[in-house]
């Protein structure tokens, strides 16, 4: 049994993997009193023999992270840092690490359930947008802001844009909340189409699209193109990961 991390932006995801499936999960936002929180859920989770970790935040709310783990199991997280080559996938960076872990593994995840060749796009605080061809070749990639940091973004540069609610997505906004929310949900799904127009020649033709992170059910409607929705692709390129790497130990 496994405890797998996935610390994101947003928030801490996490699960036991015990064989092929999750026995446990869960997840908190960084807002909460992580260590405590953790501490009273794991106190009732079976013991793992392994912690397998993937972090795109600071090393203060890793060691946090960690901490939390050794007190509960008596164990410390393996960081997976970004490779140049891994699990089939080859990273298409010159500077593999600068390549985020998150968006290595979802290609990692993809290409071992067979989704490639495909296009990987990540809804969240950022949109990120990866092609991935039938030899778990990594083609590159853009990074956007996410929906919600456009709005954000815009609303932190502006004095006069002060909608007084959230905004729905419309065809034709006739009030600034709408205007706003519309504008910045549909620059994304239009990104996102572009990006599968100019990648898809490269891969075959008809590439598979996939949508994963916190947003992508709000995003998948607005696209022209059906999708794939595939949710904790971290997780579960973790597991991957994890299994490769337990295997090659004992190769070795």
Known sequence: ???????????LKFALIDGADFSHRGAFGWDADIAHELATLW???PAPVRVVGASVVDPARETAVAVAAQKAFGLSPVWVRTPAQACGV????????RLGVDRFLAL???HAAGRSPCVLASVGTALTLDALDADGRHLGGWIAPGPLLMQQSVLGATVQVRPGGAGAVRDLADNTADGLASGCWQACAALVDRFVERSAPLLGGHPTVTLGGGDAGVLAPLLEREVL???DTVLRGLAVWAKAHTETAKIA
Do not use: C
Not at 90 to 97: G, I
């Open 1 to 11: 049994m496994i405890l797998l991390l996935d610390l994101g932006n947003t928030r």
């Open 43 to 45: 106190a009732s989770w």
């Open 90 to 97: 080859t990273n298409a960076y010159a500077e593999p690490h």
């Open 108 to 110: 990692v995840d993809a």
């Open 229 to 231: 929705l595939v949710p």
